[in-house]
């Protein structure tokens, strides 16, 4: 029998009609702002939506995506303006909150996403803590999505949010596929306009770098508003506010609320059961799917778990952990293994919850170390399914133990043994693009060094061209503590020009005003290749950036460029620039500009455009 074949298009993904759609992760964080204007509407209220923050590997793509969807996002009164930098772009979605305390105001209130990379996090830590402990609007709430690095795929380290979450009194969930986010992301807005709490957001690329084909019920799903007692005044933003209030109610009231409205609605929730309960798994997030792949591999289902006393329990509110629900699946177990990402976070959250139980029924609790102090579960790099589907075969094989798992082990063990031993027969360092201009302006002349920046110049590390990096916008300024004491007398610095408006800017005021002989590459070409390229906010052009610099304070600017003529006269200061034939020829020691130089691409308390880069060459593939 054949069927009929319902008509699809690609903008099914933002048809709220929809019950069923294929999309991306990015796609389903844009779809949420769109089931939330309608659900608003549907509840009566007149709300709006405001999104900001700044791109970062795995949310590289969400700006574009933002940009693709503008005509669904302004027939909803949701307004995107990107963030010259993360903490910025908090700061504006913090004022989205700030308009319910407007007498003016045209909607009844404004939700608010913020997004970022796990650095851009800790850059925003400030306004995080500022903006959630003044709280947020009854009928707005906000959104704070991060984009968690595990493995330092794209970033110079691997990154955690969780604790800095914790740190700002932010709870947040963890969604552990596709097909949660829109689903955890509606709950989240209606915590935070519950509790008058940020909510976070915990982002990987497994969930937003990645689609499937996701059923829409659960968009449609009701959210309990539970009974709880607030102070007089209740926790929201208000005008006037005293700081010290607003830790009162924050530590006394907000967390709290926020575990009445995850255990009213079921956030955490327990998996696989037994009758006769001994060995539990609790895990979160990404670690949950990879969970059950690794449990799948040992010939453990559901079916199994009942008989042989197995519970898994899955944590969607990582922070702060619901206390009622976890004691509950603890009960009777003998031993819990805690599965998750990087640092112990949970698992201490646990330890502590049950430390004041009677240690006659209390369950041992391992997780990245074994009750030996042991190591178990990794805390660098990510978990995998194999390295998890180890531990558990490893812990539950006092119990129960079959041929399957016997041959999972062995060849666990085979598998790290060849891994061990295992050299690559070839290695080949990564390098720029053909045609790029870093393969030009990121070079040195003899006798002289460079320090690395972010951006897709940092492989200038690899290629002998620098020796040492910062992180995004402190680009130069170690130079600034190492000069006193160091025979050099001048260093140069690699600055892209999506770095430069991000807070580049900064690293060279300071450069300037501790009278460091540095010359700063500007790297200019008008994009932010490194993740997508996208403009760079602000739309910064070269005789922009050379205006700018002299008037910091660089004594010297210099415009390298194969096409300086594409520069009409009058629009660059009057000082040095240079055809791209006589880059080269400008490449001398540091030592030719004893006074402080700033090059376009480059500069510094001399401003020079980079010996090398090909300034106003938008378009080629640099950063």
């Not at 999309?23 to 702002?33: D, I, K, N």
């Not at 209220?45 to 933002?66: M, V």
């Not at 903006?131 to 794209?154: C, E, F, P, Q």
Request: glycine share 10%.
């Amino acid at each position: 029998m054949n069927l009929p074949l319902r008509p699809v298009s690609l903008d099914d993904r933002y048809d709220l009609g929809a019950e069923r759609v294929f999309l991306s992760g990015t796609q389903a964080l844009v779809r949420l702002a769109l089931v939330q204007r309608a659900r608003d509407a549907a509840a009566g209220l007149n709300t709006a939506g405001f999104i900001s923050g700044y791109r970062g590997s795995p949310l590289g793509g969400f700006d574009q995506e933002l940009w693709r969807a503008k005509k669904e996002l302004a027939a909803n009164h949701i307004v995107f303006v990107p963030g010259i930098n993360e903490e910025l772009g908090a700061t504006a979605v913090w004022g989205s909150q700030q308009a319910a305390l407007n007498a003016r105001a045209r909607y009844d209130g404004v939700f608010g996403i913020w997004y970022g990379k796990g650095p851009g996090l800790d850059r925003a830590m400030d306004v995080m803590k500022h903006a959630n402990a003044a709280g947020t609007s009854r009928h707005g709430g906000v959104l704070a999505i991060v984009g968690d690095d595990h493995g330092a795929k794209s970033s110079t380290l691997p990154h955690q949010s969780d604790h800095n979450f914790s740190a700002a009194f932010v709870p947040f969930l963890s969604p552990a596929s596709v097909h949660e986010i829109v689903e955890y992301g509606l709950l989240s807005i209606a915590m935070s306009r519950f509790a008058g709490t940020w909510v976070g957001f915990k982002a990987t690329a497994d969930t937003v770098e990645t689609s499937a084909t996701v059923e829409t019920a659960s968009e449609r799903r009701s959210i309990i508003i539970p009974d709880f007692e607030f102070p007089e005044g209740g926790v929201h933003i208000r005008p006037n506010d005293i700081w010290r209030d607003e830790d009162t109610r924050l530590q006394r009231f907000k967390g709290f609320a926020a575990q009445a409205f995850a255990r009213a609605n079921g956030i955490d929730r327990l998996v696989w059961d037994s009758p006769r309960p001994r060995f539990g798994i609790l895990t979160t997030g990404k670690a949950y799917t990879d969970t059950l792949e690794a449990l799948a591999s040992l010939g453990i289902d559901a079916r199994v778990a009942h008989d042989i006393g197995l519970r898994v329990y899955k944590v969607g509110m990582p922070w702060p952990l619901e206390p009622d629900g976890v004691r509950a699946f603890a009960q009777g177990l003998e031993e819990i293994l805690v599965i998750e990402e990087k640092r112990e976070f949970i698992e201490h959250q646990l330890k502590w919850q049950l430390y004041n139980w009677n240690p006659d029924v209390r369950p041992v609790v391992v997780g990245k170390h074994d009750e030996k102090g042991e190591w178990l579960l990794s805390p660098d790099n990510e978990l995998s399914p194999g390295m998890i589907a180890h531990v558990i075969a490893t812990r539950i094989s006092r119990f129960h133990a079959t041929d399957r798992i016997r041959e999972a082990l062995a060849y666990f063990e085979r598998r790290e043994a060849a891994l061990a031993g295992f050299a690559a027969p070839l290695k080949r360092s990564p390098w720029f693009c053909s045609g790029c201009p870093h393969n030009s302006s990121t070079r040195v002349p003899e006798g002289s060094r460079a320090l690395a920046g972010i951006g897709c110049h940092i492989m200038a590390l690899w290629m002998d061209r620098a020796q040492t990096f910062t992180q995004m916008g402190g680009e130069g300024v170690t130079w600034v503590g190492e000069a006193p004491f160091v025979a050099d007398t001048h260093v140069f610095a690699n600055l892209g020009d999506g770095t430069y408006e991000h807070s580049g800017l900064l690293a060279i005021r300071q450069a300037i005003a501790a009278r460091a002989n540095i010359t700063y590459k500007i790297l200019y070409n008008d994009a932010v290749a490194m993740t997508g390229g996208q403009p760079v906010e602000g739309g910064l052009t070269v005789p922009m950036i050379a205006r700018q610099m002299l008037a910091e304070g660089a004594r010297k600017v210099v415009v390298l460029s194969e096409d300086v003529e594409r520069f009409p006269p009058g629009s660059l200061p009057p000082f040095s620039r240079h055809p791209g034939k006589q880059l080269d020829r400008r490449r001398g020691p540091g030592r030719i500009f004893p006074e402080k130089a700033g090059l376009l691409p480059g500069i510094g308390r001399r401003a020079a455009v980079d010996p090398g880069a090909m300034a106003g060459r938008p378009g080629i593939g640099t950063l």
